[in-house]
C-alpha cells in the first residue's frame, strides 16, 4: 500500500525558504516518475516540479531557478527546495507518484502541506 505524506510547510516572508518533504511508504521513492504540485486558492493544481525514473528533473517555469526538487534515496523521500518565496508561492503543495504508464498521470497523492507567503 503506498502512502506519501507531505510535511514541512509553514508561513514564511517574501525571500525566505522552506523544505518540503515527502516520505514514501510502500514503494521506493525511485522507481517512478515522483512530482510536486501546488493548488492556490481559486486556482487549479499546477506542476511544480518532478524527477522521472532515470533521475532526470525539471522545474515549472514559475519556479525554475528557485526550487528544486531532489530524492532522498536513503530516507526514500522526495524534497522541494522552496528559495526566493513570493506571495504567489502561497497554496497547497502535494507530492504524487507517476503511473506505470506515463501518459495515465499520478496514482497516488499526499494530502498536502501549507505554504503561506504572506
Known amino acids: 500500500h503506498v502512502q506519501l505524506v507531505e510535511s514541512g510547510g509553514g508561513s514564511v516572508k517574501a525571500g525566505g525558504s522552506l523544505t518540503l518533504s515527502c516520505p514514501v511508504s510502500g514503494d521506493t521513492v525511485s522507481s517512478r516518475y515522483m512530482a510536486w504540485f501546488r493548488q492556490a486558492p481559486g486556482q487549479g493544481r499546477e506542476g511544480v516540479a518532478a524527477v522521472d525514473s532515470d533521475g532526470r528533473t525539471g522545474t515549472a517555469d514559475s519556479v525554475k531557478g528557485r526550487f528544486t526538487i531532489s530524492l532522498d534515496n536513503a530516507k526514500n523521500t522526495l524534497d522541494l527546495q522552496l528559495n526566493s518565496l513570493k506571495t504567489e508561492d502561497t497554496a497547497i503543495y502535494y507530492c504524487?507518484?507517476?503511473?506505470?504508464?506515463?501518459?495515465?498521470?499520478?496514482?497516488?497523492w499526499g494530502k498536502g502541506t501549507q505554504v503561506t507567503v504572506p
Open positions: 504524487a507518484r507517476g503511473a506505470e504508464d506515463y501518459g495515465d498521470g499520478m496514482d497516488y
